[in-house]
């Protein structure tokens, strides 16, 4: 639990790594195959953005494991757990290489039903996070096709959700919030208030020392600033984005944007 909540808060990715090698080893030797099934999705979600896993980025298939190998049998009791632990991951990898048809579709897929197969789990607004960025993120692209409505109300019910938790205590995740509004903003035609929302999740996400949200949110905001036709701010972000990735240590993300 410790290292997926170090995953979450943006460790350095080599020294996750390094720590998941060994804590994985711990727990064969403690025969907890449950947990360490667990465990080997997030360390190859680790390895995927670090760039040692031959190009794949949303697959889990790798040297820590393969999503395709059968775990467990359809009525075995830790299934239903394993395969939502692995969508989780998978959204998560999406959001960040950008392949965001694929996590809009598995966010969609889950919805709020996830709240009931993992309740109280702090994995929760993390994935609804990713989950309804990539649905924002598909529906700036669509083009007003039919699945936009599928996926901006997946979108807005997860931002609500968010929200929601927000207001009952839960203090970890204005930045998520304000990015998720930007990309609201921006999708209804207030780019104005867009731009204050992309600002204000950049600068909540650096003071809380989590690079890895606020390279992503630095990440949209450029994307934003070119669809405004703001080719200066936009390269900067994209600079800077570049940089924060590189921080926090996933190199295959870097490859990819230096490569566009």
């Known amino acids: 639990t410790n290292l997926v909540i170090s995953f979450y808060s943006g460790k350095s990715l080599e020294v ?62 830790a299934k239903p757990m394993h395969d939502t632990i692995r969508d989780i991951n998978k959204i998560l990898l999406s959001s960040f290489f950008g392949e965001y048809e694929t996590g809009a579709s598995l ?9 009931k197969t993992l309740p109280s789990s702090f994995q929760l607004p993390v994935c609804f996070f990713h989950g309804a960025l990539c649905c924002f993120a598909v529906a700036h692209t669509s083009g007003g096709a039919v699945r936009d409505y ?14 929601e938790w927000n207001r009952k205590g839960c203090p970890n995740y204005p930045h998520h919030i304000a990015l998720l509004d ?43 600033c070119a669809r405004q036709g703001d080719a200066m701010q936009a390269k900067e972000k994209r600079d800077e984005c570049i940089r924060l990735y590189k921080s926090w240590g996933a190199d295959a993300k870097v490859d990819l944007l230096l490569h566009e």
Do not use: P
Not at 107 to 115: P, S
Not at 195 to 220: F, M
């Open 182 to 224: 930007a990309e609201d903003s921006f999708l209804r035609g207030r780019c104005h208030d867009a731009e204050k929302q992309y600002r204000a999740s950049i600068q909540l996400a650096q003071k809380r020392g989590l690079v890895q949200d606020e390279a992503l949110a630095t990440e949209r905001f450029s994307i934003f």
């Open 107 to 115: 966010m969609t897929a889950l919805g709020l039903g996830l709240v």
């Open 16 to 77: 996750l790594d390094a720590e998941l090698s060994t804590s994985t080893k711990v727990m064969l030797d403690f025969q907890q195959s449950a947990l360490y099934e667990l465990t080997l999705m997030v360390w190859q979600a680790v390895l995927n953005l670090r760039g040692d896993n031959n190009g794949r980025t949303t697959q889990l298939i790798g040297d820590a494991c393969d999503e395709t190998t059968k775990v467990y049998e359809l009525d075995h009791a």
């Open 150 to 163: 599928k996926y901006l109300k997946t979108a807005r019910r997860c931002l609500k959700k968010l929200k």
